[in-house]
């Protein structure tokens, strides 16, 4: 099989050169093409991306490719993915986030097991804290009372919401069925992605996910398989400043205008 990996990155550079390291270092069972997206930074973090690869400090192995590109408007986390859609030759594509380090093959082990899994179009391993606590992520479609738990934590008449939204409770020890699919880790059939359009660029942060979720959804089946792992910072940028939570509530308000008002 053929693989490609995305990160789209934005004044993040240490990060994303490590993630990049990662998923160089570990993925070897299968040719891979790795894209490393920077959107417009400020910082000049497309030019030290291009700098790593020009001095060595990002290294494709045997069977890779690596590219930088360098957008020159910020569009988004989705209009960044979409930047390589229409040059994907892949088998199975990986959006992945500059916050992700993995310890194992888990692009090989993903696309292997979606190969072998009849109707997948897209999956996620299980993503932990670097001190291994497994992170508890949406897996049901977005609800708004879900989403003002999670940035009103000490409203706890609506956990419950949270609870359903997280599946807690259910066996997420084995592969199941999901109807979000984080954006931080994706692994998507690279020709249903294609068939879906990539991401809604109308989305500039936040939610774009779970519509890219919905829209594979269509294409098949959407699953969690917890056996593969990979480590996950997660900064949760928009449960700690104004601007990001803004950004959030614009995009739900997007995502239920398409999919539907779920309480």
């Keep these: 099989m053929n693989l490609s990996a995305c990160i789209v990155t934005y004044n993040d550079r240490e990060e994303a050169l490590r993630a990049a390291a990662s998923v160089?270092?570990?993925?070897?069972?299968?040719?891979?093409?790795?894209?490393?997206v920077d959107n417009a930074?400020?910082?000049?973090?497309?030019?030290?991306?291009?700098?790593?690869?020009?001095?060595g400090?990002?290294?494709p192995g045997d069977g890779q490719t690596l590219r930088v590109i360098c957008r020159e408007k910020n569009?988004?986390?989705g209009a960044g993915h979409n930047t390589v859609l229409k040059e994907l030759a892949s088998d199975y594509h990986f959006i992945l986030?500059?916050?992700?380090?993995?310890?194992?093959?888990?692009?090989?082990?993903?696309?292997e097991w979606m190969e072998a899994a009849p109707g997948a179009v897209m999956a996620r391993p299980a993503l932990c804290f670097p001190d291994g606590r497994t992170q508890v992520l949406p897996l049901r479609r977005c609800s708004l009372l879900a989403m003002v738990y999670r940035q009103l934590g000490f409203l706890t008449f609506l956990k419950k919401y949270n609870d359903a939204y997280v599946?807690?409770?259910?066996?997420?020890?084995?592969?199941?069925?999901?109807?979000?699919?984080?954006?931080?880790?994706?692994?998507?059939?690279?020709?249903?992605?294609?068939?879906a359009g990539g991401f809604d660029e109308g989305y500039f942060m936040y939610v774009e996910d779970a519509d890219l979720t919905q829209k594979m959804l269509r294409q098949g089946?959407?699953?969690?398989?917890?056996?593969?792992?990979a480590v996950h910072l997660w900064h949760?940028?928009?449960?700690?400043?104004?601007?990001?939570?803004?950004?959030?509530?614009?995009?739900?308000?997007?995502?239920?205008?398409?999919?539907?008002?779920r309480w």
């Design 167 to 195: 599946m807690a409770g259910e066996d997420l020890s084995q592969p199941r069925q999901i109807e979000f699919c984080t954006g931080s880790f994706s692994a998507v059939k690279t020709s249903a992605f294609r068939a």
């Design 41 to 55: 930074s400020p910082d000049g973090t497309g030019d030290a991306l291009r700098q790593a690869v020009k001095d």
């Design 24 to 36: 160089l270092d570990h993925t070897r069972r299968h040719p891979l093409t790795l894209y490393l």
């Design 97 to 111: 986030n500059p916050d992700i380090l993995l310890k194992d093959d888990t692009l090989s082990d993903l696309a």
């Design 221 to 229: 089946q959407v699953w969690l398989v917890p056996q593969f792992s």
């Design 57 to 59: 400090r990002l290294a």
């Design 236 to 261: 949760r940028a928009a449960h700690r400043s104004l601007g990001p939570m803004i950004w959030q509530a614009r995009s739900l308000c997007r995502y239920f205008r398409k999919w539907g008002f």
């Design 75 to 77: 569009g988004g986390f």
